[in-house]
């Protein structure tokens, strides 16, 4: 990130996030969401590599979805950069066991990746959870990460929505948020939170058909149920998504409606999140 004053906030606000972050796990709205975008992950990118194959969590914080990648495929070998130190810390403690020898953590920024990042290749980069939405150049980014594909590789952004954050932000009664977010697709969710770019569906492949790399999949999830403002905090479920989604019963059957929808042409506009994955050329 080349403005320091937009670092410094990121930086702050991640620092006081990096010890429970993973507890997001006990969210039943993040539940929901984790398994569509391992579901989709995995199915649509992971299992058509051969099984050694070489990963980038650009932006992976605590290393949530590096580890469940290691641990899902024991031949993979997987890096992790990040620019904050309170989450690598974190991050650097799962090198344990089996990972150990095959997981790589290294400090950076992802719009001046370090040499230790550069000089390596991969067959799948991802960046998850608003990582892109708190990049100064979010293309240029992008551009730097597909260089570092093998041909063929994977480039996969789940991106915030510029259509949910206008959503989310008129249903909490914060209207300048949903005005901002419209006018300069750029908003945040609670306060103390840096600002974040926004995306749609149309830009992010066009971001994508710029760099090289084609668009094969888009989509976005949860579709059918948003997460209310207490989803936004480390801990806690919102009424409405408890009612919905707090017995096993109710869980599985928006999952399975998830599902049903996952596939469709026009769903990641409907996205809380956008799931978008190209192929190099």
């Known amino acids: ?57 650009a932006g992976g ?103 949910h954050s206008t959503y989310f932000n008129l249903a909490n009664g914060r209207f300048d948020e949903a005005e901002r977010a419209v006018r300069e697709q750029r908003a945040t969710f609670t306060e103390g939170m840096p600002p974040l770019r926004l995306f749609t569906p149309h830009q992010l492949t066009g971001m994508y058909e710029e760099i090289g790399c084609p668009v094969q999949v888009l989509t976005g999830f949860p579709s059918v149920i948003y997460p209310t403002f207490q989803e936004t905090q480390i801990e806690g479920t919102g009424q409405s998504v408890e009612k919905i989604l707090g017995t096993p019963e109710g869980f599985q059957r928006v999952l399975d409606i998830e599902r049903g929808l996952v596939d469709a042409p026009d769903v990641a506009a409907r996205g809380n999140n956008i799931f978008v994955m190209g192929r190099k050329r």
Do not use: C
């Open 1 to 57: 990130m080349s403005n320091s004053s937009a670092e410094i906030d990121v930086l702050s606000y991640f620092r006081g996030k990096a010890d429970r972050y993973d507890e997001v796990d006990q969210q039943v709205y993040w539940r929901l969401s984790d398994t569509l975008l391992w579901e989709t992950l995995s199915s649509k990118s992971l299992d058509s590599f051969e099984p050694g194959f070489s990963f980038l969590d």
């Open 61 to 163: 914080g605590t290393g949530r979805w590096a580890t469940r990648v290691l641990d899902s495929y024991p031949q993979a070998r997987g890096w992790l950069v990040d620019l904050s130190e309170d989450m690598l810390a974190v991050a650097e403690g799962k090198r344990t066991g089996d990972r150990a020898g095959r997981f790589t953590t290294v400090r950076g920024d992802l719009e001046k990746l370090p040499d230790e990042i550069t000089g390596q290749r991969f067959d799948v980069i991802f960046n998850f959870h608003n990582v892109i939405g708190f990049l100064d150049d979010p293309l240029e980014a992008l551009r730097g990460l597909a260089a570092l594909l093998n041909p063929g590789g994977h480039l996969i952004t789940l991106a915030p929505s510029l259509y």
